[in-house]
Nanobody
């Protein structure tokens, strides 16, 4: 059973930065970050392969967000820079076996989420 616990969310002004962390117990999975704003569908932000050699990003965050992992500590990170109010959402960590995807329907294991709020 995979357990995922996110942390690091908070409130920040536009242009600021945050680092999200996810502790992931269990097997080494493909890991991803998703986000969901009120009234919107959950969308993929970034994903990373089990050993960190491949990553994929949503176009909306390319060049601003970086996903990374530390398998020795069973952790996945999302470094978010140049944040804008459009980045405001609940951010979720997710895990799956297999290839990198950014569709939420491809992920079976989910954390509870951490809120990110960006003010203008």
């Amino acid at each position: 059973q995979v357990q995922l616990v996110e942390s690091g969310g908070g409130s920040v002004q536009a242009g600021g930065s945050l680092r999200l962390s996810c502790v992931a117990s269990g097997y080494t999975y493909t890991m991803a970050w998703f986000r969901q704003a009120p009234g919107k569908e959950r969308e993929g932000v970034a994903a990373i392969s089990p050993y960190g050699d491949s990553t994929v990003y949503a176009d909306s965050v390319k060049g601003r967000f970086t996903i990374s992992r530390d398998n020795a500590e069973s952790m996945v990170f999302l470094d978010m820079n140049s944040l804008t109010p459009e980045d405001t959402a609940m951010y979720y960590c997710a895990a799956r076996l297999g290839k990198l995807y950014l569709s939420p329907t491809d992920y079976r294991h989910w954390g509870q989420g951490t809120q990110v709020t960006v003010s203008s």
